[in-house]
């Protein structure tokens, strides 16, 4: 739009846009931004969105977050940088940003953090020796331990450090880092503990199972409990002459198993005149 003027002497200002006019479509980037690896964005960088975070690259100076400009009311241009690339950061640490744009632990929470420098000069002990390393050193790759040269490695899931041929491996389907142990599954699309062994996956396999037998078991399902046969017995410490006894409660006669002393079950009694002391209960 072209600036117009209100009175004699007042400044130019811009005149708001003809809301009956269609929006303009949004551009692609050009073909030499392409090549030059270059973003189109107009916010901050500060997401996945970035197409330069995205490669794990900064933005530079063809890049549109670094060209963009702001006019006063007195219609001069004032150019303005609002680009918060992360990666800028890691530049100034003298981290390979490039190496650290492939670990897929590392893309998937570098942009979760609020303070990245804090996080970046936090200190981590070491189990082997008792030193301490700086997490700046352990990016991209394991860092060496100042003492023993053993290997160490920085898990972003788990937020801690591990040594390197035991630390766990970051699934890039799961989207987080399991045991060094487990495996992914294809079949399931899940990871499962796969040892040294070739050892199949167990949820395939118990599927394989139930397709031979034709019986499907339904795992969230809990399996009834068996109910306990056991004899009827008392384990009185009287003379079952009151209805505590167990025995007697059921309109039973005590037996050889009961643990009662000088029995006076009444029920004994009904027996010897041939009463039925199941029915009588």
């Not at 890049?63 to 400009?69: R, S």
């Not at 989207?175 to 079949?187: F, I, M, S, V």
């Not at 795992?219 to 008392?234: D, N």
């Not at 643990?259 to 009904?270: A, D, R, S």
Request: aromatic share 8%; proline share 5%.
């Amino acid at each position: 739009t072209e600036p117009t003027s209100t009175k004699a002497g007042a400044p130019l200002l811009y005149s708001t846009q003809d809301r009956s006019l269609p929006k303009p479509k949004r551009t692609r980037p050009n073909q030499l931004q392409l090549m030059l690896g270059c973003c189109s964005c107009k916010g901050d960088c500060s997401s996945r969105l970035c197409g330069c975070s995205k490669k794990g690259d900064i933005c530079g100076y063809n890049c549109k977050c670094n060209n963009i400009y702001s006019s006063d009311r007195y219609g001069s241009r004032k150019s303005q940088t609002r680009c918060k690339n992360l990666f800028n950061t890691l530049v100034q640490y003298g981290i390979d940003t490039r190496a650290a744009g492939k670990d897929k632990c590392f893309m998937g929470h570098i942009f979760k953090i609020e303070d990245l420098r804090g996080h970046l000069e936090q200190t981590y002990k070491l189990n082997c020796c008792e030193s301490s390393v700086q997490l700046k050193d352990l990016i991209p790759g394991p860092a060496k331990c100042p003492v023993c040269q053993s290997e160490w490695s920085y898990s972003w899931c788990y937020n801690d450090v591990w040594e390197t041929h035991r630390a766990p491996r970051h699934c890039a389907k799961c989207r987080q880092c399991k045991a060094y142990r487990n495996d992914h599954c294809a079949g399931c699309n899940k990871c499962y503990f796969k040892d040294w062994s070739e050892r199949p996956c167990p949820t395939c396999e118990l599927d394989r199972k139930q397709k031979r037998t034709g019986k499907s078991q339904d795992l969230s399902v809990p399996k009834p409990k068996r109910k306990k046969t056991s004899r009827a017995s008392c384990s009185c410490k009287g003379d079952c002459n009151s209805r505590r006894c167990g025995c007697s409660r059921k309109g039973l006669v005590c037996g050889e198993h009961c643990k009662c002393t000088g029995c006076k079950n009444p029920f004994t009694t009904l027996v010897e005149y041939g009463i039925d002391c199941r029915a009588a209960a």
